[in-house]
């Protein structure tokens, strides 16, 4: 395989799709119509203290749009920047795997032959909605595409889980991860710094605990304090303690470091509405998030991997 090129001191989604595909890759998100088990009663309700109405999939596209209609209007957007580029269909509002495995089956089949150009599939899921039956599905669309799984974890410490009312443990995350990488599905595993009553150190940890899994990948962002969710009516109502930017950019270079070098970043910042939005701020400047992390890394002189301990 070819090496990635180095346009940052890790290894970031953009190079990865750039050298496995030859062209620019974009995300296409799609919005299947799913709900969420921490939803309906069947996990929990209320859904996670920081998921937002439409399901942490506030930039899909229009659910009540056949999925054909939302991916051309999509691409043409895309196609107005990069005419030339290849697509991921991308799954993200709620629990993308929370249906009967044969209707995932057609809905993922109809995704991946919207268009020729479309080189994989993502399925946003929880870690306790991927029995062996879905699991069987996704390896045999495997055969057709490349499928990427986005497992929400956030945090592996229970107290904090319980606090978020996330519904599932670190060994629903563990086993379905388990379970996906001997089906050969790579797995990008979802980490949100800054919840309630975490320390640095706790941050670090659950980023160790990912890294020792062998996770293919990873996406890091700051907990967005948003209107309309559980998290910002306890802000409101007793605004706790929320990480700077320069706290942020150290926390999220430790975890760089501690991640083995081959482990693909997908993200190190987040999209929040800006409508919805309550804090911190700082989260809607994400470039300037980025530049602080790269200069961080020049000035500590380290890299992705610095402090790893395990290479996939
Ligand atoms: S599992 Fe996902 S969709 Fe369901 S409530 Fe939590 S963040 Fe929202």
Redesign the pocket.
Known sequence: MRKPPETKRYHTLTDELSTRYGKKTFKIALDGSFT????DGAKGTG??A???LR???DFAGDRTRQLADQFSERLALMKRKWPDGKYIVYFQ???NTYADPKHLQELYESAINLDPDIVGLNV?T?PDCLDDAVVAVLKELASKTDVTVEL?LQTIHPGTQAAMN?CYATDDFDDAVVRLRSARIPVVAHVIDGLPDETPEMMRETIRHVAALGVAGVKIHMLHVMNGTAVGARYAADPFPLLTLTEYVSIVCDQLELLPPDVVIHRLTGDAPAALLIAPEWTKKKFVVQNEIDKELRRRDTRQGSKATRSL
Request: charged letters at 10%.
């Open positions: 969420c088990p921490n939803r859904g996670c920081f998921c937002s399901g942490s999939g509002a709620f629990t946003g929880r929400g996330l």
